[in-house]
């Protein structure tokens, strides 16, 4: 599997993204309210961060809260670049 380049402000919020994975389930759907703080990024690369990976396919976006998660790819991605077995 290939995987696209991510921005080091994507890097980020994928890690953090797979800590509420692990910490939640796979469910975990975290408001965007205040992820930048968790992903130590600021609000406008939060943001910019959310519509890379979406158009990546590497999170599904929830407009209603908002808020977002992993998509499949995005949770292998996301153990890839930590180091971990990416299936």
Request: some cysteine; aromatic content about 6%.
């Amino acid at each position: 599997m290939t995987f696209p380049d991510v921005t080091e402000s994507e890097r980020k919020l994928l890690a953090c993204l797979l800590l509420f994975y692990r910490e939640q389930g796979p469910g975990a759907v975290p408001a965007i309210r205040g992820l930048a703080d968790e992903a130590d990024i600021t609000p406008w690369d939060l943001e910019d961060a959310v519509k890379g990976l979406r158009a990546k396919g590497l999170v599904e976006y929830w407009q209603m809260q908002p808020a977002i998660r992993l998509s499949p790819e995005g949770l292998t991605l996301a153990l890839k670049l930590e180091g971990g077995p990416a299936a």
